[in-house]
Structures are given as structure tokens and as C-alpha cells.
T-cell receptor, first 110, second 118 residues
Framework: AQRVTQPEKLLSVFKGAPVELKCNYSYSGSPELFWYVQYSRQRLQLLLRHISRESIKGFTADLNKGETSFHLKKPFAQEEDSAMYYC????????????FGKGTKLTVNP | GAVVSQHPSWVICKSGTSVKIECRSLDFQATTMFWYRQFPKQSLMLMATSNEGSKATYEQGVEKDKFLINHASLTLSTLTVTSAHPEDSSFYICSSTSGGSALYNEQFFGPGTRLTVL
């Protein structure tokens, strides 16, 4: 069965500190992984996807198939990064369905 | 990015009544729409996938007769919670993809609808 695990419900860092939000997945096929973000009182939106291999708002995430991980990283956190972050997995077959992790609430303190 | 709207944003109803939630894609044609349910402080759980003009595909454990989904046009999908009960109280979120050549298309999310059943 497909599963996405985000072990940290809450993560608090100070402004300027590095941040890493962990995500592990379970899937026997070739996964596509995403990070979605939800800022306060806003809707869920795509932050980045592994297939694009891009950096968005200073965030990067590398898919590690050996460790079945897709951790989200940023070297210097900003206060505006405070939000709820969800890791999501899309499975093969073109169904476009996403399996979400439970989310990590990131708080960046001044 | 593409915009998805939901109406209403919140609704309170009496137990036993039915509630309809609309999900619209405002500036693109939504080939596929998804309906999620989110309990407080929990993740999004996919309820069903709907494609325009065909029957919705429900996830395991979701009662299709209770959660009626209609995707009659490329810009509108509706979720009707029939004979609602307090345990149906939740945050319902829709998302849609626009189709296209990408294998996995970005999902654009609506703002959600808070349902409270008294």
C-alpha cells in the first residue's frame, strides 16, 4: 500500500537557521513526490515536485530512492516560511491521485 | 496559477438534511476533480475522483450513496452529503487538474468548505 510518513507534527526554528522537514514514503513502484504548502488562512498549493528538480522560495527536496525519502530543506529559514507542509505521493497508472502525509507545521521564530 | 473556488465556504445544517458543495474551476477546464476530507489537525483523505461526464470513483470505505458526486461539466463538480449526521462534520476540499501532456498534473485546490452538522 502507498503511504507517506511525516514524522514531525511540529517543527520550530529560528529565523536564519536551516530547516529540514522529513518525508518518507512506501511504494513499490516508481513514485512521484510533491511538497504542498498551506499558509495561514490560505488554500493548499504546490511548492515543488521532485521531477522538476527546482528550488522554490529557497526550498529544495531530493528524492532518495534508497532511503525512500523526500526531505524538504532550506538553508536559511524566514518568518514567512511558517506554514503547514504536506508531502504527497503520486502513484503510477496516470490516475493522478495523491496520497498525503499528515503534515508538519513549521514555525519560524524571529 | 489556475483558480478553484468552492461554495459555500461554511455551512451549518441539521442532522438528517442534505448539503450540496460546489467546486468550480474558474479559468481552466478541469478534466479531473478530486474531493478530500480533512479532520482537525489531520491530513487530507481522498474521498473520490470524478471525471467529467462519467461516474465518480470512490476510495475504499467511502459510501457512494452518502456522498454523491456529480461532474456534469468541465468547470463544475458537486458533492452532496445526503442525510448528514454529526460525524459528517468536517472540512471538505476539492482540487482539480487541467489534464494535458504531463504524466502527473498539478492539482489546484479550492479553499475548502467547513460543514457542521448539528
Amino acid at each position: 500500500a502507498q503511504r507517506v510518513t511525516q514524522p514531525e507534527k511540529l517543527l520550530s526554528v529560528f529565523k536564519g537557521a536551516p530547516v529540514e522537514l522529513k518525508c518518507n514514503y512506501s511504494y513499490s513502484g516508481s513514485p512521484e513526490l510533491f511538497w504542498y504548502v498551506q499558509y495561514s488562512r490560505q488554500r493548499l498549493q504546490l511548492l515543488l515536485r521532485h521531477i522538476s528538480r527546482e528550488s522554490i522560495k529557497g526550498f529544495t527536496a531530493d528524492l532518495n530512492k534508497g532511503e525512500t525519502s523526500f526531505h524538504l530543506k532550506k538553508p536559511f529559514a524566514q518568518e514567512e516560511d511558517s506554514a503547514m507542509y504536506y508531502c504527497a505521493l503520486a502513484t503510477q497508472g496516470g490516475s493522478e491521485k495523491l496520497v498525503f502525509g499528515k503534515g508538519t507545521k513549521l514555525t519560524v521564530n524571529p | 496559477g489556475a483558480v478553484v473556488s468552492q461554495h459555500p465556504s461554511w455551512v451549518i445544517c441539521k442532522s438528517g438534511t442534505s448539503v450540496k458543495i460546489e467546486c468550480r474551476s474558474l479559468d481552466f477546464q478541469a478534466t479531473t476533480m478530486f474531493w478530500y476530507r480533512q479532520f482537525p489537525k489531520q491530513s487530507l483523505m481522498l474521498m473520490a475522483t470524478s471525471n467529467e461526464g462519467s461516474k465518480a470513483t470512490y476510495e475504499q470505505g467511502v459510501e457512494k450513496d452518502k456522498f454523491l458526486i456529480n461532474h456534469a461539466s468541465l468547470t463544475l463538480s458537486t458533492l452532496t452529503v445526503t442525510s448528514a449526521h454529526p460525524e459528517d462534520s468536517s472540512f471538505y476540499i476539492c482540487s482539480s487538474t487541467s489534464g494535458g501532456s504531463a504524466l502527473y498534473n498539478e492539482q489546484f485546490f479550492g479553499p475548502g468548505t467547513r460543514l457542521t452538522v448539528l
